[in-house]
């Protein structure tokens, strides 16, 4: 497991940008797939983007292909996702979370970081 730290969440209005990260303490990301998952009020946790650390391939959920896009600093050791035209609905937690490439299952969850979107 890798601990993890996450930043950028805020309140912004309808069309507005904002930009997580999701910082790994006491070791690097290397081997390590990283995503970031939502939970809405009442609502499931669900899928928002993922990408492996080391040959850098990215997904995204359908709704927010276009409009986000996550990426890797090998400098900072962090992942960001950098959130345009956001909408209300994009409203939730944000988490950050880890798994090695080859366990299917995420087993490292950050505290989460509040995003909320006005109209």
């Known amino acids: 497991q890798v601990q993890l730290v996450e930043s950028g969440g805020g309140l912004v209005q309808t069309g507005d940008s904002l930009r997580l990260s999701c910082a790994a303490s006491?070791?690097?990301?290397?081997?390590?797939?990283v995503g970031w998952f939502r939970q809405a009020p009442g609502k499931e946790r669900e899928f928002v983007s993922r990408i492996i650390w080391s040959g850098g391939d990215t997904r995204y959920a359908d709704s927010v292909k276009g409009r986000f896009t996550i990426s890797r600093d090998f400098a900072k050791n962090t992942v960001s996702l950098q959130m345009n035209s956001l909408k209300p609905e994009d409203t939730a937690v944000y988490y950050c979370a880890a798994r090695p490439v080859a366990v299917g299952r995420y087993d490292s969850w950050g505290q989460g970081t509040q995003v909320t979107v006005s109209t």
């Open positions: 006491g070791r690097t990301f290397s081997g390590f797939v």
